[in-house]
C-alpha cells in the first residue's frame, strides 16, 4: 500500500498545523490550525467575516491546495485537541471535504462554537466524538486509534493511523506527565505497545516545540504547587491580587480558583475566551473539572465591566479575578486593565500573576512587555512565569523515540532553527538526514511507501 504525507502547515511556524496523510485511497488530515500572530498584528480583523483565500495570503491558516496532489479521498479529519493552531482553521476549510470531524469530546466542543461562528461558509461536516482509548475503522484496510496524552489543555490525544506498512504516529502536542492535576496520565505503556506491534511505527510526526530546551519538561503538579506558594504568601495582602493564565489551560484556571478560596477570596473568570473554555469544560460530563457551582464567569464587555464595579464597590481584598491577556494582548481584559480601561483601578502595591510563559515569538514578546510596563506604571507588582510547559523537552524526545522506535521521523511544531535540537537528538539515535529523518516545509509531500 502507499503511503504519502502532505506536510501542509506547522512545519514553517508554531501554528496553522495541518498534515495529511494518504493510505492508499484513503486520505486522513490532521490538525486545521490558525497562526494567531499573524491575525494580532492587525487591528480589529474579524476572522469569521474573512473568506480563506485571504488568510491563505496573510499566512494564517494552512494553504491546503497541495490537497489536490494527493490520489485518494478524504475520510477524517482529526484534531489533536482545541488549541487555536490546531482547530482554527476547520470553519475556514473543512467545507471542502466530505468527511467528518474525529475529536475527543472537549474538543468537539469547542470546534463546535469556532464553526457555529463563522459567517463566511456554511460547515455541515458532521462532528464525532471518539474517546481516547477508542478505534474506528479508515477505508477497509486501516484504523484510526486515539492514544491519551497530558498537554496544556485537556482531553488532548495523539491520533495514531494503522495502516498495512505500520502505523503513523502523529506525535503533536503533549508532555509526559503522569501527575496530571485534571484527567489520566499520559499512556506510555500504549505507545510502547504500539512500537512493537507487527510493522511497528512507520513514521512519527513530532512537535518540536522544546527540542532545543535540555531536560525533562515538569508535571502540571509543579506548577500546582509553584501557585499554592506564590498564592498562598499573599494570604495577608489587604489589596487587589489579579492572575492571568491561557484560557484554554483548564488544569491551571482549577488551581487558581482554588487557591484564591484558599487564601479567603471569591475568584471570577473574565474575558470572552475565559467564559467560553471554562463554561465549556464545566458543561460536559466525565471531565473531572469541578469547578464551584457559583463561580462567575463573565465574558461579554457589560457583564464584564459590571463585575470589575461589584469588585470595586465591595472591596478588591474579597475578590481575584482570572484574566485573559497574559500574553498582551490588545484586546484582551489585562491589556485594558493596564490602560485604566476598565471600571478596575489598580493602585501602588497591587499583584499580578502571569501563570503563563510569553509564546516565542515577536509579536507576543513586545505586547507582553508593553503589558507588563503599563500595569508596573499603575504601581502593579508581577509576579511572572508561574508556569510549566505543555511541551516535551529533550529527555521526553529520546522516550518517545524509545518507546515507539519509528522507522521513519518528521520534525514539525518549530521553524528551521527550532529544528535543529531535534536534528541533533535524533542523529544521536541513529536517524540520519535525508534518509530516515525528514525535515520539510509546508506544501510538500513525502513518499515513504
Not at 498534515?19 to 491575525?39: E, H, P
Not at 506548577?223 to 492571568?244: P, Y
Not at 488551581?255 to 470572552?272: H, M, N, T, Y
Request: glycine share 10%; charged share 25%; hydrophobic share 35%.
Amino acid at each position: 500500500m502507499e503511503i504519502e504525507i502532505a506536510t501542509i502547515g506547522g512545519y514553517e511556524e508554531v501554528g496553522r498545523q495541518m498534515t495529511a496523510v494518504r493510505a492508499g485511497d484513503d486520505i486522513v488530515v490532521f490538525d486545521m490550525g490558525l497562526n494567531l500572530s499573524k491575525v494580532l498584528i492587525h487591528d480589529n480583523i474579524r476572522t469569521e467575516e474573512m473568506r480563506s483565500l485571504d488568510l491563505i495570503d496573510m499566512g494564517a491558516i494552512p494553504d491546503d491546495r497541495v490537497m489536490s496532489e494527493l490520489d485518494g479521498e478524504v475520510q477524517a479529519i482529526v484534531p489533536t485537541h482545541g488549541h487555536l493552531d490546531h482547530i482554527g482553521a476547520i470553519s475556514k476549510l473543512a467545507h471542502r471535504y466530505d468527511a467528518p470531524v474525529v475529536a475527543t469530546p472537549f474538543t468537539r466542543e469547542l470546534v463546535d462554537e469556532e464553526v457555529h461562528d463563522e459567517s463566511e461558509y456554511v460547515v455541515n461536516n458532521d462532528l464525532i466524538s471518539m474517546e481516547a482509548g477508542e478505534s474506528m475503522s479508515i477505508g477497509e484496510r486501516c484504523e484510526l486509534e486515539f492514544v491519551n496524552v497530558t498537554h496544556s489543555i485537556i482531553d488532548a490525544i495523539n491520533p495514531v493511523f494503522h495502516t498495512p506498512e505500520g502505523s503513523v504516529v502523529y506525535g503533536l502536542d503533549k508532555r509526559v506527565d503522569h501527575t496530571p492535576v485534571i484527567g489520566d496520565p499520559i499512556d506510555m505503556k500504549r505507545f510502547r505497545e504500539i512500537g512493537r506491534e507487527d510493522g511497528g511505527v512507520l513514521c512519527y510526526i513530532e512537535d518540536c516545540t522544546n527540542a532545543n530546551k535540555k531536560g525533562r519538561t515538569p508535571s502540571e503538579a509543579v506548577a500546582r504547587h509553584q501557585l499554592r506558594d506564590v498564592m498562598h504568601s499573599l494570604e495577608d495582602w489587604d489589596g487587589g491580587i489579579v492572575a492571568t493564565t491561557f484560557s484554554s489551560h483548564i488544569a491551571r484556571v482549577k488551581s487558581i480558583v482554588e487557591f484564591a478560596q484558599d487564601i479567603g477570596r471569591e475568584p471570577i473568570l473574565l474575558g470572552r475566551s475565559m467564559e467560553q473554555y471554562s463554561g465549556t469544560a464545566d458543561r460536559l460530563d466525565g471531565l473531572d473539572v469541578d469547578f464551584p457551582d457559583d463561580l462567575g464567569m463573565y465574558g461579554h464587555r457589560k457583564s464584564v465591566d459590571r463585575a470589575f464595579k461589584r469588585i470595586m464597590k465591595e472591596g478588591k481584598e474579597k475578590f481575584l479575578p482570572v484574566v485573559t491577556g497574559h500574553q498582551g494582548e490588545p484586546r484582551a481584559m489585562l491589556t485594558r486593565m493596564g490602560r485604566g480601561e476598565t471600571p478596575y483601578e489598580l493602585t501602588n502595591g497591587d499583584k499580578v500573576i502571569f501563570s503563563a510563559r510569553v509564546i516565542p515569538e515577536p509579536t507576543n514578546e513586545g505586547q507582553r512587555y508593553q503589558s507588563e510596563k503599563l500595569l508596573g506604571m499603575q504601581g502593579a507588582r508581577i509576579y511572572d512565569d508561574v508556569h510549566v510547559s505543555g511541551h516535551l523537552r529533550q529527555e521526553g524526545h529520546y522516550q518517545m523515540l524509545d518507546a515507539l522506535q519509528p522507522q521513519h521521523v518528521i520534525p514539525a511544531h518549530q521553524d528551521m532553527a527550532g529544528f535543529s535540537g531535534y536534528v541533533d537528538l535524533a542523529g544521536n539515535n541513529g536517524y540520519d538526514l535525508g534518509r530516515d529523518l525528514h525535515v520539510t516545509s509546508n506544501g510538500n509531500t513525502i513518499q515513504l511507501v
